[in-house]
Nanobody, 123 residues
Framework: QVQLMESWGGLVQPGGSLRLSCAAS????????MGWYRQAPGKERELVAG???????TYANSVKGRFTISRDNAKNTVTLQMNSLIPEDTAVYYC?????????????????WGQGTQVTVSS
């Protein structure tokens, strides 16, 4: 089992910056992907940024060039640096991690979620 602990978001002004962090604990072996999702009121949860072992980072088009995701495998943490924030970034942000275990010929992947933290961008 994996537990994910997110830092708190907050209220920021348009054009401001905010950094979110997430730490994984528990049975943290074989975590091959970590990332951030967000869900705005009335909308589906969407991938904001993600990292996967052996692959480049992936970003939603709406945040590309403004957000940066980084993962520290040794510390089992993932960070989302958010710059040039706009009101449309307002949402609950969720940390996620994928763990893939190989059991003989079967590969089993489990997805874990943080509790979510509110980020509000408003003047």
């Amino acid at each position: 089992q994996v537990q994910l602990m997110e830092s708190w978001g907050g209220l920021v002004q348009p054009g401001g910056s905010l950094r979110l962090s997430c730490a994984a604990s528990g049975s943290i072996g074989s975590i091959n992907a970590m990332g951030w999702y967000r869900q705005a009121p009335g909308k589906e949860r969407e991938l904001v940024a993600g990292t996967r072992s052996g692959s480049s980072a992936t970003y939603a088009n709406s945040v590309k060039g403004r957000f940066t995701i980084s993962r520290d495998n040794a510390k089992n943490t993932v960070t989302l640096q958010m710059n040039s924030l706009i009101p449309e970034d307002t949402a609950v942000y969720y940390c996620q991690a994928d763990q893939t275990l190989q059991l003989g010929p079967i590969s089993r992947t489990s997805r874990y979620w943080g509790q979510g933290t509110q980020v509000t961008v408003s003047s």
